[in-house]
């Protein structure tokens, strides 16, 4: 039996929030005015953090001294600050090497790993997700990533991956096996999962579906730009 398996009955769950400065794509991404947010998606996300209830903590990691600064004006005991190290900051940092630091900072209980680029996971999201995570480790799971549910037409290596065309060439699509695609939206498992597989998801994740706006990335600046549309318009809210 798995060490996470009879520590999970009710532990602690710090959120790990990695935010690395600078961007190749988006001068300034994390930092840049949005939605009305001065201090744009670190603002949004720590005050989402911040009203999630089911966040017992939050460790921000970054090499951005205009985030730490801005962190330490909100003067919340809930929020822990690193100065991360300059070789843990660059574009060619690995997410593995990330996930030995989030284990270095966050040696016990639940890691619930999220970005500032999911603007629109709220408070209520992560209550959610948390709850979700507990109960299905009570099921035989043993940690939690959300996804995108892909229902199209799916094809790798000149093939189609999630039908047979020697069956039928174009099934329905509602008939379609739909695949996961991880959106990095939150990766949540227990500090053993870290030590033990150095990994941020176990050997069985349950994989949970988030709505297609809801899970928005920001990544390019046209992410940017349309995140900023779904806001104007009302289809979404911070």
């Given at each position: 039996?798995?060490?996470?398996?009879?520590?999970?009955?009710y532990?602690?769950?710090?959120?790990?929030?990695?935010?690395?400065?600078?961007?190749e794509?988006?001068?300034?991404?994390?930092?840049?005015?949005?939605?009305?947010?001065?201090?744009?998606?670190?603002?949004?996300?720590?005050?989402?953090?911040?009203?999630?209830?089911?966040?017992?903590?939050?460790?921000?990691?970054t090499?951005?001294?205009?985030?730490?600064?801005?962190?330490?004006?909100?003067?919340?005991?809930?929020?822990?600050?690193?100065?991360?190290?300059?070789?843990l900051s660059?574009?060619?940092?690995?997410?593995?090497?990330?996930v030995?630091?989030?284990?270095?900072?966050?040696?016990e209980?639940?890691?619930?790993?999220?970005?500032?680029?999911?603007?629109?996971?709220s408070?209520s999201?992560?209550?959610?997700?948390?709850?979700?995570?507990?109960?299905?480790?009570?099921?035989?799971?043993?940690?939690?990533?959300?996804?995108n549910?892909?229902?199209g037409?799916?094809?790798?290596?000149?093939?189609?991956?999630?039908?047979?065309?020697?069956?039928?060439?174009?099934?329905?699509?509602?008939?379609?096996?739909?695949?996961?695609?991880?959106?990095?939206g939150v990766?949540?498992?227990?500090?053993s999962?870290?030590?033990?597989?150095?990994?941020?998801?176990?050997?069985?994740?349950?994989?949970?579906?988030?709505?297609?706006l809801i899970?928005?990335?920001i990544?390019?600046?046209?992410?940017?730009?349309i995140?900023e549309?779904?806001?104007?318009?009302?289809?979404?809210?911070?």
């Amino acid at each position: 039996k798995h060490l996470w398996a009879t520590e999970m009955k009710y532990e602690k769950t710090t959120c790990f929030l990695p935010c690395r400065k600078g961007s190749e794509r988006i001068p300034n991404k994390n930092i840049k005015p949005f939605g009305g947010h001065a201090f744009g998606l670190i603002e949004i996300k720590l005050k989402q953090l911040l009203e999630a209830e089911a966040v017992d903590a939050i460790v921000l990691s970054t090499n951005d001294e205009s985030i730490l600064d801005y962190a330490s004006s909100l003067q919340s005991n809930k929020i822990t600050l690193h100065k991360r190290r300059e070789e843990l900051s660059s574009s060619q940092t690995s997410t593995d090497q990330l996930v030995a630091h989030a284990l270095e900072l966050i040696g016990e209980g639940n890691i619930l790993w999220t970005h500032v680029t999911s603007p629109f996971l709220s408070a209520s999201h992560y209550n959610e997700i948390v709850k979700l995570h507990n109960e299905k480790v009570l099921t035989g799971y043993d940690s939690l990533m959300t996804t995108n549910l892909l229902h199209g037409f799916l094809w790798q290596n000149g093939e189609a991956m999630n039908y047979d065309r020697n069956v039928e060439k174009w099934p329905r699509t509602q008939t379609l096996t739909p695949v996961h695609e991880v959106n990095s939206g939150v990766f949540l498992a227990h500090a053993s999962i870290y030590r033990e597989l150095d990994d941020r998801i176990g050997r069985k994740p349950y994989l949970h579906p988030l709505g297609k706006l809801i899970s928005h990335d920001i990544d390019w600046p046209e992410d940017f730009t349309i995140a900023e549309c779904l806001l104007e318009k009302g289809l979404v809210t911070l």
